[in-house]
């Protein structure tokens, strides 16, 4: 039971996508012409109950994080994981 309980707590400390980021698309480099640079966006996520769930995580916090400056896509630039937790780096943009 207690078991059962930590795996919940941990399983819900995953990032949710705002209903803005819901919107933000990833997109190549090959297509950002005529779309506006907003600027880098790195965002990590450690400790969740798998690599997988971090990156997902990562991504969602990157997503929110263009979201929140007006971007409506992304360029994903690097992603680094390891034992500890995952990192996700991307260019933001808004587009047409």
Do not use: W
């Not at 698309?25 to 012409?33: A, E, G, P, W």
């Not at 991504?59 to 896509?73: L, P």
């Not at 390891?82 to 047409?96: K, L, M, S």
Request: charged residues 15%; hydrophobic residues 40%; contains cysteine.
């Amino acid at each position: 039971m207690v078991f059962g309980l930590g795996v919940l707590v941990i399983a819900g400390c995953s990032t949710e996508l705002t209903p803005a980021a819901q919107q933000v698309r990833q997109i190549s480099t090959v297509t950002t012409d005529g779309c506006e640079f907003l600027g880098p966006v790195s965002a990590s996520e450690h400790f969740g109950i798998s690599a997988a769930g971090n990156t997902g995580s990562a991504m969602n916090k990157a997503r929110n994080d263009v979201a929140a400056r007006g971007g409506n896509a992304f360029v994903l630039t690097n992603t680094s994981s390891n034992e500890d937790g995952t990192i996700v780096q991307v260019d933001a943009y808004r587009c047409p």
